[in-house]
């Protein structure tokens, strides 16, 4: 019988425990969240909350976290209304997905975290305004710089 995919992810990280060097972590970005320390940080996450709990844990310097759990998956819509719930009009919001364009668009700063090869080409069409990049592979630098829009380009 189908339960979903939230369940499937509840599933999935109770048969695979983490412990805290199974997690990889941007450098760059990991120095970026630690000069963060007088303002609240959230990890919103679609990862299992039993995952986002030990990441939690591992790195203190995350105030609170919301993640999938058993009944729901914190798609990107989920995300968003989790935010409009807290009340929060202005946010910093880090991704690497296709589907985390939707929330840099409307974020303060949009930190891009080792992006997907589908969100790398997705910038370089439809830039975002304030966005700022950790660790982006040389030949995705390359790319960006050759399918970024000219003046001629645009419309």
Same mark, same amino acid.
Request: glycine letters at 2%; a positive charge.
């Given at each position: 019988? @189908? @339960?979903g995919l939230a369940e499937t992810k509840y599933q999935f990280a109770l048969l695979h425990p983490q412990? @805290? &060097?199974? +997690?990889?972590?941007? =450098?760059? #970005? #990991?120095?970026? $969240?630690?000069r963060q320390k007088?303002?609240? $940080?959230?990890?919103?996450t679609g990862a299992s &909350?039993?995952?986002a709990q030990s990441i939690q844990r591992f790195y203190p310097f995350f105030t609170e976290c919301y993640a999938s759990n058993r009944q729901k998956n914190c798609s990107v819509a989920v995300k968003q209304e989790w935010l409009n719930k807290k009340g929060v009009t202005v946010y910093d +919001? !880090?991704?690497?997905?296709?589907g985390?364009?939707?929330?840099f668009q409307h974020a303060r700063?949009?930190? *891009?975290?080792?992006?997907?090869? !589908?969100? #790398?080409?997705? $910038?370089? *069409?439809? =830039?975002?305004k304030n966005c700022q990049f950790f660790d982006?592979? =040389?030949?995705?630098?390359?790319?960006f710089f050759w399918l970024k829009p000219t003046a001629e380009k645009s419309v």
């Open positions: 019988m @189908k @339960k412990k @805290k &060097e199974d +997690y990889r972590t941007n =450098p760059f #970005f #990991f120095q970026y $969240l630690m007088n303002r609240p $940080l959230w990890l919103v &909350e039993v995952h +919001y !880090a991704g690497d997905r296709l985390d364009y939707v929330l700063t949009a930190c *891009i975290v080792n992006p997907s090869f !589908a969100l #790398f080409v997705k $910038l370089s *069409i439809f =830039p975002l982006v592979h =040389p030949f995705k630098k390359a790319l």
